[in-house]
């Protein structure tokens, strides 16, 4: 097992930074793949960003350049700067651990999640 516990949301203007962090615990090991996804109001939760242990990155088209993933791997933390954040950013932000989502782009429900942290935007 692996908990993954997040850190950072709040409400920033449009145009601000954020930065999160995604703190693991466990049976950390066996994980490769760590990544960010969101879920807006509405909306179906898709994959922001991803890294590997090795330090491979993907992003989201929409937050490719704004966004940067890290990946601590003494720590085993994993966190995501977010920067000239926009309106259409506001959701709730989830860590996760070890799914196949993270590597195929597509969202399957595998691996292992934090309780999501609330990410909001004003215009």
């Known amino acids: 097992q692996v908990q993954l516990v997040e850190s950072g949301g709040g409400l920033v203007q449009a145009g601000g930074s954020l930065r999160l962090s995604c703190a693991a615990s466990?049976?950390?090991?066996?994980?490769?793949?760590m990544g960010w996804y969101r879920q807006a109001p509405g909306k179906q939760r898709e994959l922001v960003a991803a890294i590997t242990r090795l330090g491979s990155t993907k992003y989201a088209d929409s937050v490719r350049g704004r966004f940067t993933i890290s990946r601590d791997n003494a720590k085993h933390t994993v966190n995501l700067q977010m920067n000239s954040l926009k309106p259409e950013d506001t959701a709730v932000y989830h860590c996760n651990a070890g799914g196949r989502g993270l590597q195929s782009g597509r969202d399957d429900g595998t691996g292992y999640w934090g309780q999501g942290t609330q990410v909001t935007v004003s215009s």
């Open positions: 466990g049976s950390i090991f066996s994980i490769n793949a």
